[in-house]
């Protein structure tokens, strides 16, 4: 069992920048991740990282612009947004799996392969 709870959303102006932050208790998740989902929307991959933080996986979408780490002595995990545009404009959800998950599935970017989410965030980027 795994329990979420984001934090740090909230309103930017373009080019800005956020830290979210989301707190895991219960057991220690192999891989975490961000997904977000805007108004009418499909939900899409963001960003995922390993247990032990050295490995990061980033969509195309915000490569360069935002970053993911992990504190595993918090149990808490970060997605530095920085450069931030009005189409990142949604709600963010933390995701969490026990399973072991191979590069490849990672890079699938599937939500049905987390099992444990948060309740979401909203981030809001004005133009």
């Known amino acids: 069992q795994v329990q979420l709870v984001e934090s740090g959303g909230g309103l930017v102006q373009a080019g800005g920048s956020l830290r979210l932050s989301c707190a895991a208790s219960g057991r220690t998740a192999s891989v975490m991740a961000w997904f977000r989902q805007a108004p009418g929307k499909e939900r899409e991959f963001v960003a995922a990282?390993?247990?032990?933080?050295?490995?990061?996986y980033s969509a195309d979408s915000v490569k360069g612009r935002f970053t993911i780490s992990r504190d595993n002595a918090k149990n808490t995990v970060y997605l530095q947004m920085d450069s931030l545009k009005p189409e990142d404009t949604a709600v963010y959800y933390c995701?969490?799996?026990?399973?072991?998950?191979?590069?490849?599935?990672?890079?699938?970017?599937?939500?049905?392969?987390?099992?444990?989410w948060g309740q979401g965030i909203q981030v809001t980027v004005s133009s």
């Open positions: 990282i390993r247990r032990n933080g050295g490995n990061t």
């Open positions: 995701a969490a799996t026990l399973r072991g998950l191979i590069l490849s599935t990672i890079w699938q970017g599937n939500a049905h392969d987390y099992d444990y």
